[in-house]
């Protein structure tokens, strides 16, 4: 049998909603509740085990929301091997069962988390065991996580199966989170893990800084204000490249944030999915986004303002994709990728997306 160590760190990704761009540390975790903002990575853990289909496997996990659950509700059994000292839960934890679970003998650890619990997950157990991240932080800038949960599924499957599935170092990387709040990306490298390293399963480390040239950006900025619609709002996600047309029209953005634009003046920034969802009603709009460059992520990745309930009212086809021709062919003929945390909606939105690559000049893009 498959020795299959289950990890979860309950409040990865809580403050990404609500528009706090993280969740390291109790604070953040903590004004995140007060906003309302629901704990999504056990359920993402779900998804990624109910997608294992082999019975060849034997769990063993975290008690509660650290695991236990998330094997439970995917219809399987586990040995709990431990359980949290208290609830909300905190690193220590993570780096407790991290150990656990080694010591448990386990052939691979699958974890769900950010950038932070990858963190924790090499402060525990270094590049000794082969483990395996399903996304559910706000900032995912390492290496050592699948494209959605259902690909920690599938790549697990084809493990237990014996199939070929070549192993590689990945890297860890984290950024200062205040930072990050005030517009600044500074990315930094912690160490590296052994994972499974199928690449139409696992996402590569996010590539930073500017890609392009002004001049390009520019373009795509004078195309978009040709084609503003009246009276329709405008989601003015984040990254350079949509940063590009806010600066354009003369307006504030806020670069690692949400913004609400409409008939060119700013109607709120740094908005949160409730906030967007409030401030829209029923009144038309799109969502002005970007691939994230090396990744190809459009949904899930740093912009989870951009909730289930929001993308649902426009569809594929009222995202307004804009990107450089360069950081597409940085993809390598790779799809972008939706992961927005619910896979019904993720399905629904394949297919094919016209991306602004400048001025009158558009291309046709698969999205999976």
């Known amino acids: 049998m498959f020795r299959l160590g289950v990890l979860v760190n309950p409040y990865a990704g809580l403050g990404g909603s609500v528009a706090l761009k993280g969740s390291d540390g109790a604070e953040i975790r903590d004004e995140a509740l007060k906003r309302g903002a629901k704990p999504m990575a056990p359920t993402r853990m779900t998804q990624a085990i109910a997608a294992i289909n082999t019975q060849e496997i034997a769990f063993y996990t975290w008690g509660g929301d650290m695991g236990e659950n998330s094997v439970k509700e995917a219809g399987f059994e586990s040995t709990v091997v431990g359980a949290p000292d208290n609830w909300p839960t905190s690193a220590e934890d993570t780096l407790k069962a991290a150990k656990a679970l080694a010591e448990q003998g386990v052939d691979l650890i699958l974890f769900a988390g950010g950038d932070g619990t990858a963190r924790n997950i090499f402060e525990a157990l270094g590049g000794s065991l082969p483990v395996l991240g399903v996304p559910a932080g706000v900032k995912i800038h390492s290496g050592v996580y699948t494209l959605t949960p259902t690909a920690a599924g599938q790549l697990i499957t084809e493990l237990v199966e014996g199939k070929l599935v070549r192993m590689e170092q990945a890297e860890v990387r984290d950024i200062d989170e205040q930072a990050f709040r005030e517009g600044r990306v500074r990315a930094q490298y912690y160490g590296e893990l052994l994972v499974p390293a199928e690449h139409q399963y696992v996402q590569a480390v996010k590539n930073g800084g500017k890609e392009v040239e002004e001049l390009v950006l520019d373009d795509i900025a004078a195309d ?83 909730t289930p309930a929001l993308v649902k009212q426009i569809g594929l086809q009222g995202l307004y994709v804009v990107a450089t021709r360069s950081k597409l062919l940085e993809l390598n003929g ?31 893009y698969r999205v999976t």
């Open 334 to 364: 790779k799809p972008l990728v939706v992961d927005t945390g619910d896979p019904e909606l993720d399905r629904q939105l394949q297919g094919v997306v016209t991306v602004h690559t400048g001025y009158r000049d558009a291309v046709l």
């Open 224 to 306: 978009f204000i040709e084609h503003i619609e009246p009276e329709t709002f405008y989601v003015m996600g984040s990254g350079t490249t949509v940063a590009a047309i806010m600066e354009q029209m003369g307006l504030p953005n806020t670069l690692l944030g949400t913004d609400l634009m409409r008939d060119g003046e700013l109607v709120a920034s740094d908005c949160s999915g409730q906030q967007l969802l409030e401030l829209i009603g029923s009144a038309p709009f799109k969502v002005v986004i970007t691939p994230i460059g090396g990744q190809g992520h459009l949904l899930g990745r740093g912009n989870q303002q951009l």
